[in-house]
């Protein structure tokens, strides 16, 4: 139980990162392609907060350097594509059928919170694996 609820509170944690750093890449930028800027910076912010709680809290994971690191990091992330098209599928889906910032967002939300829940699942099966289990 102590699991889900940190995975939860970090998953709610990197969705805030994500939501903000988007709306801060939007007052930033407002030129060509602005929106689509601002998901991808909030889907890095997060992807990386979530990164490190997941290793560091939910999975206990202890690398022994940084070529592990980078390479651990980057099958969590090839696992996030998945969940990452349902996150933006849903935010602009929102954006689609609303048409304001509020209701844009509340998409992104919801699209992150189906994706985590995912992620999870694929991050225990296929990422943070113990050593030697497969």
């Known amino acids: 139980m102590r699991i889900a609820v940190n995975y939860t509170i970090f998953a709610a944690l990197a969705t805030l990162i994500n939501i903000c750093?988007?709306?801060?890449?939007?007052?930033?930028?407002?030129?060509?392609y602005s929106l689509a800027l601002s998901i991808l910076v909030g889907t890095f912010t997060g992807l990386l907060v979530k990164y490190y709680?997941?290793?560091?809290?939910?999975?206990?994971?202890?690398?022994?350097g940084a070529s592990q690191d980078v390479r651990l990091f980057t099958l969590y992330a090839a696992m996030g594509?998945?969940?990452?098209?349902?996150?933006?599928?849903t935010e602009l889906a929102f954006e689609l059928?609303?048409?304001?910032k509020s209701m844009r967002y509340l998409g992104g939300v919801v699209?992150?919170?189906?994706?985590?829940f995912i992620k999870y699942q694929l991050d225990k099966r296929f990422?943070?694996?113990?050593?030697?289990?497969?």
């Open 127 to 134: 990422v943070f694996i113990p050593r030697g289990a497969v």
């Open 111 to 116: 699209g992150l919170a189906i994706g985590y």
């Open 53 to 64: 709680l997941d290793k560091r809290y939910i999975f206990r994971y202890v690398d022994v």
């Open 97 to 100: 059928m609303f048409q304001t």
């Open 21 to 32: 750093s988007q709306d801060i890449s939007l007052q930033l930028y407002a030129g060509p």
């Open 81 to 89: 594509v998945v969940t990452t098209v349902i996150f933006w599928g």
